[in-house]
């Protein structure tokens, strides 16, 4: 877990928002003993994880593709191919949608929120290494972030976690 009290703190607050926004149907799905907080949903989620993207074509229309992401400071980072038509609907259009449901146990879903660009050297180089150690083991030892990768800053956040079903 990488977060810092504050990453935390923050993190709660589109999770409380979402919540409190939630409508009848969501909220028989993800009941109270369902909800994660802050701190578990971090801790939780560690390493690579993959995640269903939407972006935004010129026209309108969702684009849904996997990227592989870390959650670091309280948020999911990913990285694209800056020549990919991904990072242009992004550079575009920074509105995106994100679920994560690993396992089909547990269900992260930031949404909807802006995908805010990032260059490399705009990360301080201690959070830029630790997000490379995050993704050494799963990409064999090739940092993403020589890329363009974005961060999602989530207005929205729902999760839910069934104790019944076997985590991944």
């Known amino acids: 877990m990488h977060e810092t009290a504050d990453d935390l703190v923050a993190l709660q607050a589109p999770l409380d ?12 799905i993800i009941t109270p003993e ?17 995640l269903a993207l939407a972006t935004v074509t010129r026209d ?12 670091f400071r309280g948020a999911f980072h990913f990285g694209t191919a800056r020549d990919s038509i991904r990072w242009r609907h992004l550079i575009a259009r920074p509105q995106v949608s994100a679920t994560h449901v690993p396992g089909g146990a547990r269900g992260h879903r930031p949404r909807p929120g802006d995908a805010g660009r990032r260059e490399r050297r705009a990360v301080p180089p201690d959070a830029a290494r630790r997000v490379r150690r995050s993704l050494r083991p799963r990409v ?3 940092p993403r972030l020589r890329r363009g990768y974005a961060r999602i800053a989530a207005e929205r956040m729902f999760t839910f976690y069934g104790p019944e079903l076997p985590s991944d």
């Open 17 to 28: 928002r979402s919540d409190a926004a939630a409508g009848p149907h969501l909220r028989r």
């Open 34 to 50: 369902r909800r994660l907080s802050a701190e578990d949903l971090a801790a939780r989620l560690t390493g690579m994880r993959l």
């Open 60 to 71: 309108g229309r969702p684009l849904v593709g996997p990227v592989d992401s870390v959650f």
């Open 140 to 142: 064999g030892g090739v």
